[in-house]
């Protein structure tokens, strides 16, 4: 079944490595039935739309302001994401939330924007590793959820991409198991069918979190699992092809 392998470059790579790099990523990327993108940092998306044009690899950002426009220095908004062609956008990653301070108010008012210019949010969500210890996991995930798709029309909700991804298991190595990836995946699914009446296919669930070469078929071959997002397993054009070829 067609899965989505979408790669997070974070701030990694400077002009000269990017452009060897999209060079490779399509050369392998043309022979894939699956959908692939990758999210660049703000600088490069230019670069992305020169350099990707025409492939089959989505062109995607890390992050984005919620206001249109105004005195909000160092922010870029979803207009300047549109003018150079970003197809989805990465909302509320971890690292946000810890390093930067980012809550689900902030994260709502992105992934709505986004929703409204046709830009595809690919919002964030999981448990830390002491909610875990504490068996919050699926607790905590439908609050995250709640927070954002309890102010979004259905319509709106269906364009959403959840990213489940554990805390612990992002850039550790320490990847969850396939079943704790599959019963969280599938609580995911259940409750939004449930809540907000969409069918479960409506509803696209990634899994992210150290997935490699060895771990990505069990951890991406799950009932209600339709893909993964990708850190350090994507910085190499031959490695991340690997999980999508
Ligand atoms: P990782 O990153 O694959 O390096 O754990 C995943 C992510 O941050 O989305």
Redesign the pocket.
């Known amino acids: 079944m067609k899965k989505m392998f979408i790669g ?1 470059l ?1 701030m990694n790579m400077t002009k000269g490595e990017l452009i060897k790099y999209f060079n490779a990523l399509k050369k392998y990327a043309k022979s894939s039935e699956n959908t692939i993108g990758v999210a660049v940092p703000f600088p490069y998306l230019y670069l992305a739309q020169e350099q990707l044009k025409g492939t089959n690899i989505l062109i995607g950002a890390q992050d984005v302001y919620f206001q249109e426009s105004g005195a909000y220095t160092g922010e870029v908004s979803v207009g300047m994401l549109k003018d150079f062609g970003t197809d989805f956008c ?1 909302v509320g ?3 946000r939330r810890n390093l930067f301070g980012e809550n689900y108010d902030t994260i709502n008012k992105k992934v709505t924007k986004l929703c409204k210019t046709g830009i595809t949010p690919v919002m ?1 969500i999981g448990e830390t590793l002491k909610q875990r210890a504490e068996r919050k996991q699926k607790y905590v995930v439908r609050g995250q959820l709640d927070s954002v798709f309890n102010n979004l029309a259905i319509k709106k909700i269906k364009k959403v991409i959840v ?1 489940y ?1 554990p805390v612990w ?5 320490k ?1 969850a198991t396939p079943d704790q990836v599959q019963e969280i995946a599938s609580y995911i699914k259940d409750y939004v069918v449930k809540k907000y009446g969409l069918s479960r296919k409506q509803i696209c669930v990634l899994y ?5 070469e060895t771990n990505c078929n069990d951890l991406l071959n799950l009932d209600d699992v339709d893909g993964g ?6 910085l190499n054009a031959e490695n991340f092809s690997k999980l999508f070829l």
């Open positions: 997070n974070k990465i990653h971890s690292e964030c990213a991804e298991a992002i850039g550790t190595g990847n992210g979190g150290s997935i490699n997002l990708i850190g350090g397993a994507c």
